[in-house]
Every structure is written in C-alpha cells, then in structure tokens.
C-alpha cells in the first residue's frame, strides 16, 4: 500500500493528557498538511510542511498543539493537555509540489473523555 | 478564513438519476478538488481541476470549474447505490492550504 498511512486509527484519552498522532506521506511527497475534521463539517486546514519546514500554521492551532517533520519524510501532531473540544478526526494529507493536488489518509478520531 | 457554500446539504435520490451539487467561495481560488468521504475514512480525491472554464471528467463524475473561479460544480450521471456518501469541494489560491465546503450528503435509493 503506497497511500498515505496514519496511527492510530483511534485515540481515547482523559483531559489533561498528552497524546502524539503519527502520519507517513506517500514517499515521493515533499508536501504534508493536517487537518481537523468535526462531525458534519469538511476538513479545516491546521498546518502544512514543505519538506521538513513547517510554512504555513492556522491560528486554530494554539499553544498546546505542535507539529513536526523532522526528515521532510513522517509527521508528528502533538496534543498537550487534551480538552474536550479536541475530539474531532485528524487528517493528514501528503502532495508534490507543483501537481497541486492532495491525498488524504483514513484520519485519526481522539475522543477525549 | 475563507467561506465555502456548498449546495445543497443534502439529497435523495433514486438510483440511476443525475446528480449536481455545487461550491461558491468568496474569493478567487486557483485550484478546485472535490472529493468523497465515507464514514470514518479520509476523504478520496476525485476530481481536480487547475483552470477557469475547464471541464474534466472522471467515469460518470464531471467537474467544472466556474469561470469567476469563486465556483466549481460537480456532476455525477446515472447513480448507483456505492455513489453514497458525502461530497466535499475544496479550494486554494496558493497550494499552501486547501479551504473545504461543508458536504453534500448523497442518499441514493435502489
């Protein structure tokens, strides 16, 4: 399976607790985004990276969620002191610059308890 | 952010009709993807288009992207059943990031 691939599938935790989604790109992409995902609305943009440089960051990541790519290959999102508004999917998505377009992993859905 | 108005929320359909749903944007945007998302799953990239006026096809599916470039239509003839889900469009002026209408739910009865 050369598509992009995201762990967990599923994520519980308790407020307050840390939790870190992986994402592995489709190998030949240099570009990665995250995105969240809330029931019955389409995914809002939260960050992108071009190779291992994180451009672009939405303001609806606060201070408590950090992402990185540290070889311009996999991605980390990390969630520090979860809420209960964190419980939503998590998307990843993987694209080469210049073919403009984008392919989504199966997502990770957090509920926090 | 951007405001993407996706049209309608929702329908019904019997098998084998056409489908036609649309997204309006208050800004220009460069690019047009649209996809489809099944319940717990990423969404699936169906068709992408890269120029105002251009139509593309994609099986039964057909795209166009509006000449305004603010909107894009998708159209999907002769439904079948595995045609359910729901339907997003997403745009972006700069590739940096992609701005996602809210969905058409597609029900398509037997």
């Known amino acids: 399976d050369t598509g992009v691939s995201q762990n967990p599938r599923h994520k519980i935790t308790k407020r307050g607790q840390n939790v870190t989604f992986r994402c592995d790109p489709i190998s030949e992409h240099n570009r990665l985004y995250w995105y969240r995902q809330t029931l019955g609305q389409g995914p809002e943009f939260l960050t992108y990276?071009?190779?291992?440089?994180?451009?672009?960051k939405s303001r609806l990541l606060s201070d408590r969620f950090s992402a990185e790519r540290p070889k311009g290959s996999f991605s980390t999102l990390e969630i520090q002191r979860t809420e209960q508004g964190d419980s939503a999917m998590y998307l990843c998505a993987s694209g080469q610059w210049g073919e403009e377009t984008q392919y989504f992993g199966p997502g990770t859905r957090l509920l926090v308890l | 952010g951007q405001q993407l108005n996706q049209s309608p929320q929702s329908m019904f359909i019997q098998e084998g009709e056409d489908v036609s749903m649309n997204c309006t944007s208050s800004?220009?945007?460069?690019?047009w993807l649209w996809y489809k998302q099944d319940p717990g799953e990423g969404p699936v990239l169906l068709i992408a288009l890269y120029k105002a006026g251009e139509l593309t096809s994609n099986g039964r599916l057909t795209a166009q992207f509006g000449i305004t470039r603010k909107d894009s239509f998708l159209n999907i003839s002769a439904s079948i059943p595995s045609d359910v889900g729901i339907y997003f469009c997403a745009g972006s002026y700069n590739f940096n990031k992609f701005y996602f209408g809210s969905g058409t739910k597609l029900n398509v009865k037997p």
């Open positions: 990276f071009q190779n291992e440089a994180q451009l672009e």
């Open positions: 800004s220009i945007f460069n690019t």
